[in-house]
């Protein structure tokens, strides 16, 4: 089993910035792909950023050089920072893991961004 802890979120104004946490725990993966998704009221859920097992990165258009995912593989955890962020990016963030074929999601946590 693998559990997923987001931390981070928050309220922040247009402009901010915020550094989101995901610590896993349980069984460790040597090379999992990792990813933040999210999702808006009414809308469907998507992917923000990933890295593969590979580590190489890829981002949604719309955070393209505003948000940076990262991971520090010692601490178990991928970090997504996001710089200039607008109200646009209001949405519950949840990370995900990739390995053996299956996902495991983590609870969420709240970005509101207010203009």
């Known amino acids: 089993q693998v559990q997923l802890v987001e931390s981070g979120g928050g309220l922040v104004q247009a402009g901010g910035s915020l550094r989101l946490s995901c610590v896993a725990s349980?069984?460790?993966?040597?090379?999992?792909?990792l990813g933040w998704y999210r999702q808006a009221p009414g809308k469907q859920r998507e992917l923000v950023a990933a890295?593969?097992?590979?580590?190489?990165?890829n981002y949604a258009d719309s955070v393209k050089g505003r948000f940076t995912i990262s991971v520090d593989i010692a601490k178990t955890t991928v970090y997504l920072q996001m710089n200039s962020l607008k109200p646009e990016d209001t949405a519950v963030y949840y990370c995900?893991?990739?390995?053996?074929?299956?996902?495991?999601w983590g609870q969420g946590t709240q970005v509101t961004v207010s203009s």
């Open positions: 349980g069984t460790i993966f040597r090379a999992p792909n």
């Open positions: 890295v593969s097992s590979a580590r190489t990165t």
């Open positions: 995900k893991l990739s390995a053996r074929s299956r996902d495991y």
